[in-house]
């Protein structure tokens, strides 16, 4: 015997209406991915319970991305045909879709900094966890990217500034080169006059070897001296008496 059409009506009963919205819910779930596998198509599913706990579905595209082209499009079809009565008619609808858009964007964030994790499944928080976790592995390489741009960089001025200091210290070691050789030729200039002024004041026994060289008063007054001692020896005819005459007078006296 075959099953009985079901009454599409509100259940009474609370736990047979939370495992039925269980049931149908994983096997919307399931149809929404059977569709998009099968047709290749952009599925966007959103279940909010009757506590107000969010269950959704979205392909590999974000469920952003799905939202924003479904509201692009309605936005598109309805300036086709503007009206006043519909432009306000849409505005009025337009209002509540953009604050539970900002309501999700919002209850997003929190799930990402880790805020009101108590009404998510474990799949959710499965799902959260890989996001981050891609999240994550997007940063680490922009991170590794710029960190080694940086390093590369830094490399290349090291290299530079390096090249520089090479070529200042040869530079410098040049210009010692050129002082120095300047210098010792000026010495070698100066060597031969300094010499002719030095060399008759190095050795005093030059004056003692060559006398002749100081000819001056001194020999002139060593020879007035001499002839002077020559006088005075000479014996004078009035007054000196020669010692052996002396002697003779003093014996004829006694």
């Known amino acids: 015997m075959g099953r009985g059409r079901v009454q599409l009506r509100r259940i009474e009963n609370k736990i047979s209406r939370q495992v039925t919205f269980s049931k149908r819910r994983t096997g919307l779930l399931k149809k929404a991915h059977e569709i998009s596998v099968l047709c290749d198509a952009d599925v966007a599913l959103i279940i909010f319970s009757?506590?107000?706990?969010?269950?959704?579905?979205?392909?590999?595209?974000?469920?952003?991305?799905?939202?924003?082209?479904?509201?692009?499009?309605?936005?598109?079809?309805?300036?086709?045909?503007?009206?006043?009565?519909?432009?306000?008619?849409?505005w009025s609808l337009e209002c509540p879709k953009l604050m539970s858009t900002i309501e999700a964007l919002q209850r997003n964030l929190r799930y990402f900094l880790g805020e009101e994790l108590d009404p998510l499944s474990l799949r959710d928080l499965q799902l959260l966890e890989q996001q981050i976790d891609n999240s994550l592995k997007r940063i680490r390489t922009r991170k590794n990217k710029l960190m080694n741009e940086s390093i590369s960089e830094l490399q290349k001025k090291e290299k530079t500034l390096q090249d520089q200091n090479n070529m200042l210290a040869k530079m410098l070691k040049d210009n010692e080169k050129t002082q120095t050789e300047h210098a010792q030729c000026k010495q070698q200039n100066l060597a031969p006059n300094s010499s002719s002024f030095i060399q008759p004041q190095a050795s005093p026994a030059a004056t003692i070897q060559f006398p002749s060289l100081t000819i001056g008063g001194n020999y002139q007054a060593k020879e007035g001296a001499n002839k002077e001692a020559e006088t005075q020896s000479q014996p004078s005819t009035n007054t000196v008496i020669p010692p052996w005459m002396l002697h003779y007078v003093n014996r004829s006296k006694s």
């Open 50 to 90: 009757n506590k107000g706990k969010l269950f959704e579905y979205s392909t590999d595209s974000s469920m952003e991305r799905i939202i924003e082209r479904y509201e692009r499009h309605s936005y598109a079809e309805r300036q086709l045909v503007p009206t006043d009565s519909e432009s306000q008619a849409n």
